[in-house]
């Protein structure tokens, strides 16, 4: 099994630019999420879904924009690039709903917008 | 005030030494991880704990509801062991179970 994996590892765009960063997962689980991680804070959860077709608003959603349509694929869309949104990326999954099983992430995604 | 609290910011130890790091939480969960970062940057889970005590290697993870505390203690710390080690819970009755997350604690262990 290849776990998490996260495409690319590295990006850096220009203001206004839009991305993707791609998640995908092989262990067949329903949940799964994206957090960015700043300086300083803690993990903080932008979306998640709980199964294909199915995704939700996290505590940092602005400016990103997520779809599920297979159980594997998580991609997260950076529809306006900003210089906060420089930051690293996180995909995670899990076997169940959300923090009640043990988490798996990917190994992230290091993003500088100028 | 953070939902979640480490201690200590940042530590730093020699090779050999039992290491403690703590986790205090205000809300109430239904869960509790342990995460371990390496310097790479990638995550990885150690530890998910409801009660009790759990036991890995070296690692032990332990967990007091009342007091609404955790803690995380290394033996025999070794160079390998440095990384960011992050406390998250999973706040009961929260959206989807979701996971809160402190902001970790940056170990450092010296040969």
């Known amino acids: 099994n290849a776990g998490v994996t996260q495409t690319p590892k590295f990006q850096v765009l220009k203001t206004g630019q839009s991305m993707t960063l791609q998640c995908a997962q092989d262990?067949?689980?329903?949940?799964m999420s994206w957090y960015r991680q700043d300086p300083g804070m803690g993990l903080r959860l932008i979306h998640y879904?709980?199964?294909?077709?199915?995704?939700d608003q996290g505590e940092v959603p602005n400016g990103y924009n997520v779809s599920r349509s297979t159980t594997e694929d998580f991609p997260l869309r950076l529809l306006s690039a900003a210089p906060s949104q420089t930051s690293v990326y996180f995909c995670?999954?899990?076997?169940?709903?959300?923090?009640?099983?043990?988490?798996?992430f990917g190994p992230g995604t290091r993003l500088t917008v100028l | 005030k953070n939902e979640v609290e480490q201690s200590p910011q940042n530590l730093t130890a020699q090779e050999g030494e039992f290491i403690t790091i703590n986790c205090s939480y205000s809300?109430?969960?239904?869960?509790l991880h342990w995460l371990q970062q390496h310097p790479g940057g990638g995550i990885v889970s150690l530890f998910m704990?409801?009660?009790g005590k759990k036991k890995h290697g070296r690692l032990i993870a332990t967990i007091n509801i009342q007091e609404k505390h955790s803690s995380l203690h290394i033996t025999a710390s070794h160079p390998r062991d440095s990384a960011v080690y992050i406390c998250?819970?999973?706040?009961?009755?929260?959206?989807?179970?979701?996971?809160?997350f402190g902001k970790g604690t940056k170990l450092s262990v010296k040969p």
């Open positions: 995670a999954s899990s076997i169940g709903r959300g923090g009640h099983d043990e988490q798996f």
């Open positions: 262990m067949n689980h329903e949940y």
């Open positions: 879904s709980v199964g294909a077709g199915i995704t």
């Open positions: 809300v109430g969960i239904s869960a």
């Open positions: 704990l409801s009660s």
């Open positions: 998250a819970v999973t706040n009961y009755g929260g959206s989807q179970g979701n996971l809160i």
